[in-house]
């Protein structure tokens, strides 16, 4: 083992991962939580949640680093530095939609393993403390409003009150689901970092971009900025048969209107704009029944400050304006906002050389899927590495990167840290 | 008590029907199943449509009525005519939607029984026999392919397998609620009749029209013919933010368009044509997911057989035509469907005579409602009778008609009856 030699550069030092040193851990991470051939259903501080983050744990102290779990079960592995200061880091997220795949979370928060061990084996100690991280949620998927629980934690934007406010699906708060592994609620303040300097994520596309290219890399110079829309439509609930059109106040009618318009409006805006409605219910739903309301979701997403304003504001432009000409009551809330996330230019230009030194394809680009990253951007500089998705599928079993891909992506990424470390 | 004067006609001679006497048993009956204030919740072979059968027998028996209870539980009230020969019936369902107004069907049953009632008291006995029913289920609140339980009985339109293959919503199957009640679901044949002449169904409008035009009552002249479609769109799920939209199978999107098209068409059509999309499912439903599935209804009514095929074929067009400019999978199938039903034109005519002779004003029109009669036009002349609702509002606790149009409606089915039978 070489230690201190981190000045090493450029093509011939670079070093390479096997796929299968990527692909093999993730197939291990999987089975915690295996649901069905391919999927994953784990979710924060379940107990296959608490077998995965010990089986990480376990991993990085196999790997000769230092382990330690924060306040709200952020997993940590250390390898020190040469030098005082603020630790470039690394990570993402342990948990899993129900079902997710085996690679949205899992990639970045092994990722950043392998990165560490190949670094310390090939040159030993850093000059600066690098670090790898499993953060503990990011999906809401077991608690609707948690999003980003881990992340949020370490930059101190988790309020006293919210771990008992937090409801789970099934009732339950997050603050009785961190009791019941032994984490204390009242503590989470104490995961807050601010000895932080960088975070990289390393992470699946989950869109077809870089597919639809050949790339096996993309390096993210921007996170796109999210609103959810929750709108309800009322009009009034009549007889399929009875009533004539001409008078009907039918909020089907409204919402497939404004439906149709948002996704056109944010198609006709173009590439990075999207705009979804993938959640919707009515009441009271009888086939021979013009609905009485229909409340439904809009989820809209710019990366760019000003189109994503006009964005927003042509969405709810259209939406006042179907409900007033069709005679319904309208309402909607913002359940969501999300600002978007510029990353750091240097960071960028850092994981860039790195790709181009492997001579690893890459583009740049934007991320349309929100990430810790985000969070993050509060207290380090940041930024991303995205692999390609086949079929650009994620949230589902059917999800799926290649090991060729995995590998590549920690290539780069194990490149950055030894230039941003060494 | 005058026997045998049924040759009196006319202005003069004809009965009136004091608004009370409507309201009061239909507030009585409401009782049975009451939900909240004004609502009912009674379906078939429940405790509550029980007791409402067994009310509504002793109220025929204490009219001077004959009764009987068929195979089903229809329950019928008969005055004998003095004449050989096939029955004048009247009636309508006892059972509600989950929860239905007090009028739906209720208003029928009743009013066919205060008919005999009060042309018993002033005519005594008819010439040819009248029948009074309560049919047992209309409304598919239970069972949803129960549709008209009672009616098909009496036309013969129960198979003998169906009783088991009709399944509740709750997983019972329509046999087995039949046997906790002491009926037979083997004999469900013996419902079976066939000595019906004319069947004349008093019922509430549902709808605004007569109210729109100042009227208490309409004669309907036909009664609409229907089709309901399931229509499945199967795209492909993806995330919300990371899959352009120029590259998405988005079913919802196409779900949009198709709801607004056929609502469209519908109305373009003109009155009567109706078209509604009162049901729509989404997979998985998730806000930053774009959805798998989406699965809708389609309701399309017209009365005119030309009409009706050219607002179907215009649907279906549509239907195709989205799914494949959008790359989607689609399927339909056709779930329910009933023929236009032209009502006897002499039923008609009486039923118009009747209502000018008693200076009752009205319309004739057509129903977009279905409706008991359109079963037993298969054995019988039939047609119609309609009172205003309030607001057009029915299938809803709100649902209301006042006790003068309620008693308007008892008074032209009396005199037409009179007319028909004495």
């Known amino acids: 083992m070489r230690r201190g030699c981190g000045v ?42 608490v077998a995965a ?24 592995a250390r390898l020190d530095g040469t030098e005082d200061g603020k630790s470039i880091a690394t990570g993402s997220h342990l948990d899993s939609q129900r079902p997710g795949g085996q690679y949205d979370g899992a990639l970045g928060a092994i990722g950043g393993l392998v990165a560490l061990r190949k670094l310390r084996e090939r040159f030993g100690q850093p000059r600066r403390t690098l670090e790898a991280v499993a953060l ?61 300097d960088t975070f990289v994520e390393l992470h699946i596309e989950q869109g077809p971009l870089l597919e639809q290219q050949g790339l096996p890399v993309g390096v993210v110079s921007a996170i796109t900025g999210l609103r959810h829309y929750a709108v309800t439509l009322h009009g009034t609930a009549n007889h399929a048969g009875a009533f004539p059109m001409d008078l009907r106040r039918d909020p089907m009618a409204g919402a497939a209107e404004i439906i149709s ?13 999207v705009t979804t409605v993938g959640r919707l219910a009515v009441e009271p739903n ?52 999300q600002d978007p996330c510029v990353c750091d230019a240097a960071t960028v230009a850092t994981l860039e ?7 690893v394809p890459f583009t740049t680009m934007t991320s349309g899927a929100v990430h810790d990253t985000q969070q ?27 090991p060729e891909h995995l590998a590549a992506g920690v290539e780069v990424l194990t490149e950055a840290l030894r230039r941003l470390a060494y």
């Open 8 to 49: 090493e550069d450029g093509e011939h030092g670079a070093i390479r991962i096997a796929p299968d040193e990527v692909a093999g851990p993730i197939a291990e991470l999987a089975r915690f939580g295996a649901h069905g051939e391919t999927g994953v259903w784990r979710t924060v501080y379940s107990p296959e949640w």
């Open 53 to 76: 983050a010990d089986w990480y744990a376990a991993q990085a102290e196999a790997a000769g680093l230092a382990v330690r779990r924060d306040a709200v079960g952020n997993v940590w």
């Open 136 to 196: 503990c949620e990011e999906e809401a998927s077991r608690f609707p409003t948690a999003n980003f629980w881990g992340s949020r934690a370490i930059i101190g934007q988790i309020a006293p009150g919210d771990p008992e406010a937090t409801i789970g699906y099934d009732g339950e708060t997050i603050a009785a689901a961190m009791r019941a592994i032994g984490l204390d609620p009242d503590r989470c303040g104490e995961a807050r970092r601010d000895d932080l």
């Open 261 to 273: 318009g948002v996704v056109n409006t944010a198609h006709r805006m173009g590439r990075p704009a």
């Open 286 to 337: 009888g086939a021979a029944i013009v609905p009485e309301r229909v409340t439904f979701t809009v989820d809209a997403r710019h990366p760019d400050p000003a189109a994503r304003a006009r964005l927003y504001a042509k969405h709810e432009a259209l939406i006042a304006e179907v409900a007033a000409r069709r005679d319904l009551d309208v309402s909607w809330e913002i359940t969501h906002e």
């Open 353 to 359: 050389a790195a790709a181009r030194a492997l001579g």
């Open 376 to 402: 993050m951007a509060a207290v380090a500089k940041v930024a991303m590495v995205f692999i390609q998705s086949r079929d650009g599928r994620s949230h589902t079993p059917e999800e799926y990167s290649s």
